[in-house]
């Protein structure tokens, strides 16, 4: 069965830092273009940052861009998402997908992780 498990979310004061994890099982992410999305409580889902197949290319939302990191390990069959000076507004579900494909998209994503709560909060 092919799935993607986040892990590393948690509460975390604002200013900190977190680093999710995305592993991929029953299939190799090394063919797939990578990405990082998030949902808050009554908004909608918003695309992060995108990693290609290669990892060549990177690109983020206007809103983490110098804050998060977009990273993967393919022999680790694994993508990071580093995220630095974290505020309140940064609580949400992160979910990672894979979309097999070489390049970043906005949509067309064949696989979903379940989430990870990331919580912002003194």
């Known amino acids: 069965q092919r799935q993607l498990v986040e892990s590393g979310g948690g509460l975390v004061q604002p200013g900190g830092s977190l680093r999710l994890s995305c592993a991929a099982s029953?299939?190799?992410?090394?063919?797939?273009?990578m990405a990082w999305f998030r949902q808050a409580p009554g908004k909608e889902r918003e695309g992060l940052s995108c990693i290609s197949r290669s990892g060549r290319s990177v690109n983020y939302a206007d809103s983490v861009k110098g804050l998060f990191t977009i990273s993967r390990d393919n022999a680790k069959n694994i993508v990071y998402l580093q995220m630095n000076s974290l505020k309140p507004g940064d609580t949400a579900i992160y979910y990672c997908?894979?979309?097999?494909?070489?390049?970043?998209?906005?949509?067309?994503?064949?696989?979903w992780g379940q989430g990870t709560q990331v919580t912002v909060s003194s």
């Open positions: 029953g299939f190799t992410l090394e063919s797939y273009a």
């Open positions: 997908a894979a979309a097999r494909r070489s390049f970043c998209a906005s949509s067309g994503y064949d696989y």
